[in-house]
T-cell receptor, first 114, second 112 residues
Framework: EAQVTQNPRYLITVTGKKLTVTCSQN?????MSWYRQDPGLGLRQIYY???????DKGDVPEGYKVSRKEKRNFPLILESPSPNQTSLYFC?????????????FGDGTRLSIL | KQEVTQIPAALSVPEGENLVLNCSFT??????LQWFRQDPGKGLTSLLL?????REQTSGRLNASLDKSSGRSTLYIAASQPGDSATYLC???????????FGTGTLLAVQP
């Protein structure tokens, strides 16, 4: 089954404690991205990757890092999380760059930073 | 700067009713317009994608239209069912910016 898998689904942690949210897709997609969803603001792109070892900033990259060492994986790293990063996060993948073709989304990761 | 607006934020209808969800965008220079469905605790599922050269797309009971000149798209749902209850989001892909801008969604409740 074609899918995008995110882990963990839920996480409560404290300010400053490094965390990683993993994302994996099994569709051999080249394009992957991370979004955060906040009430009243819609989805905003954090980072995206056009292919292995190729990443770039989205609209709200501050406080986040990503890496793309393998085609299937695109982890999101919060080196020193802060409360304003409390949000619902989605990973997505597609065959071609953002929006050109329908994207497949993971089920989301709800992060709470205390 | 592209802005995408969805009104109303929430809508409740009785089962069987036909309904229309609205999406407005400020910059008509779009590459495509997409509609997604989001269920609680789930990610977004792509429903329909309308290229800028198209006027509408249909999938089953869903029909999406696009009017670039007026900056509007509508999602028509025929014979609504309780299983259609979800949040519906639209997103416009900028032709020059290549950025996908999402609306904040319409929460639809179909009452049995």
């Amino acid at each position: 089954e074609a899918q995008v898998t995110q882990n963990p689904r839920y996480l409560i942690t404290v300010t400053g404690k490094k965390l990683t949210v993993t994302c994996s897709q099994n569709m051999n997609h080249e394009y992957m991205s991370w979004y955060r969803q906040d009430p009243g603001l819609g989805l905003r792109q954090i980072y995206y990757s056009m292919n292995v070892e190729v990443t770039d900033k989205g609209d709200v990259p501050e406080g986040y890092k990503v890496s793309r060492k393998e085609k299937r994986n695109f982890p999101l790293i919060l080196e020193s999380p802060s409360p304003n990063q409390t949000s619902l996060y989605f990973c997505a993948s597609s065959l071609s760059p953002e929006g050109r073709q329908p994207q497949h989304f993971g089920d989301g990761t709800r992060l709470s930073i205390l | 700067k592209q802005e995408v607006t969805q009104i109303p934020a929430a809508l409740s209808v009785p089962e069987g009713e036909n309904l229309v969800l609205n999406c407005s965008f400020t910059d008509s220079a779009i590459y495509n317009l997409q509609w997604f469905r989001q269920d609680p605790g789930k990610g977004l599922t792509s429903l329909l994608l309308i290229q800028s050269s198209q006027r509408e797309q249909t999938s089953g009971r869903l029909n999406a239209s696009l009017d670039k000149s007026s900056g509007r798209s509508t999602l028509y749902i025929a014979a609504s069912q309780p299983g259609d209850s979800a949040t519906y989001l639209c997103a416009a892909l900028g032709g020059a910016t290549n950025k996908l801008i999402f609306g904040t969604g319409t929460l639809l409740a179909v009452q049995p």
